[in-house]
Nanobody, 124 residues
Framework: QVQLVESGGGLVQAGGSLRLSCAASGRTLSMYVMGWFRQAPGKEREFVAISWSGGSTAYANSVKGRFTISRDNAKKMVYLQMNSLKPEDTAVYYC??????????????????WGQGTQVTVSS
């Protein structure tokens, strides 16, 4: 199991940028698939970005071209750089981890390890 702690959320104006961080502790991060998800008020948790241990990444269509997921396995850190933020990006953002090389995909119900979340609010 891995413990995850997110940070970096806050209030930003539309068009601005934020960088979220996820600090992991426990097993070697390189052995995990890492993901970012978000949950807006009254909505279900949704996939944002995923990073496989081999280096591949994937993004939700709604954030593609604006968000970038990256990881530093040596530091046990995962990041989400968010640019050109929109009010509809407002949500609690969660870091997630799944042991293995393939991962559970884009369905948040299939991920086991989660952080506590960090609030991102984008004002118009």
């Amino acid at each position: 199991q891995v413990q995850l702690v997110e940070s970096g959320g806050g209030l930003v104006q539309a068009g601005g940028s934020l960088r979220l961080s996820c600090a992991a502790s426990g097993r070697t991060l390189s052995m995990y698939v890492m993901g970012w998800f978000r949950q807006a008020p009254g909505k279900e948790r949704e996939f944002v970005a995923i990073s496989w241990s081999g280096g591949s990444t994937a993004y939700a269509n709604s954030v593609k071209g604006r968000f970038t997921i990256s990881r530093d396995n040596a530091k046990k850190m995962v990041y989400l750089q968010m640019n050109s933020l929109k009010p509809e990006d407002t949500a609690v953002y969660y870091c997630a981890a799944e042991y293995g090389t393939k991962g559970p995909g884009y369905n948040p119900d299939l991920w086991n390890d989660w952080g506590q979340g960090t609030q991102v609010t984008v004002s118009s």
